[in-house]
């Protein structure tokens, strides 16, 4: 069955520390990826997305992800987070079925 | 372009009585996405349109649900009756072009059935 995966429920960092969400896929061909944030009581925003081409893709926010195929991985990463990163972080894919499935969120919490 | 509004932003209602909830897509957008968002089961797709055509309803979880687009820059989705365990935030989303162009998300209603 097709699906996203973000192993990690919850993840802690320090303000200035780097951080890497994961995201995993399963799909019988590429599918589009995205990243998307929310912020509490508000609405998903997108970060990223991949279709085709480079791997490595920036977003907004100091964002980027990388798109590994061998691993069915679409890890977002930042190098450097800041207070205002905590939110919840989904990704999701979209696929020749017309689907658009999302994964189940990582709650990011940046300490000082 | 405001984004896509959601209107409430808030309901809370008790069980049995029928619930609407609407959205204002962006203008120009082309395609519209009901989703429900739950501790339990996440971001899950109810349904989405195109050009005001509901395309896949598989999403919907049971009869009780049912979702309306009567022009493109309207759309609701009701729930009758309702039940406590369709607690839960509700947002719409629009794109355009096609369904793998970035989606705008509303702000979302949250829903509190009693």
């Known amino acids: 069955a097709q699906s996203v995966t973000q192993p990690d429920i919850h993840i802690t960092v320090s303000e200035g520390a780097s951080l890497e969400l994961r995201c995993n896929y399963s799909?019988?061909?590429?599918?589009?990826l995205f990243w998307y944030v929310q912020s509490p009581g508000q609405g998903l925003q997108l970060l990223l997305k991949?279709?085709?081409?480079?791997?490595l893709v920036q977003g907004i926010k100091g964002f980027e992800a990388e798109f590994k195929r061998s691993q069915s991985s679409f890890n977002l990463r930042k190098p450097s987070v800041h207070w205002s990163d905590a939110a919840e972080y989904f990704c999701a894919a979209f696929s020749t079925g017309n689907q658009f499935y999302f994964g189940t969120g990582t709650s990011l919490t940046v300490i000082p | 372009d405001a984004g896509v509004i959601q209107s409430p932003r808030h309901e809370v209602t008790e069980m049995g009585q029928e619930v609407t909830l609407r959205c204002k897509p962006i203008?120009?957008?082309?395609?519209l996405f009901w989703y429900r968002q739950t501790m339990m089961r996440g971001l899950e797709l109810l349904i989405y349109?195109?050009?005001?055509?509901?395309?896949?309803d598989s999403g919907m979880p049971e009869d009780r649900f049912s979702a309306k687009m009567p022009n493109a820059s309207f759309s609701n989705l009701k729930i009758q009756p309702s039940e406590p365990r369709d607690s839960a935030v509700y947002f719409c989303?629009?794109?355009?072009?096609?369904?793998?162009?970035?989606?705008?998300f509303g702000q979302g209603t949250r829903l509190t059935v009693v």
């Open positions: 203008s120009g957008h082309d395609y």
């Open positions: 349109f195109n050009n005001n055509v509901p395309i896949d």
């Open positions: 991949y279709f085709s081409g480079d791997t």
């Open positions: 799909y019988g061909a590429t599918p589009y």
């Open positions: 989303a629009s794109s355009q072009y096609s369904l793998y162009t970035e989606a705008f």
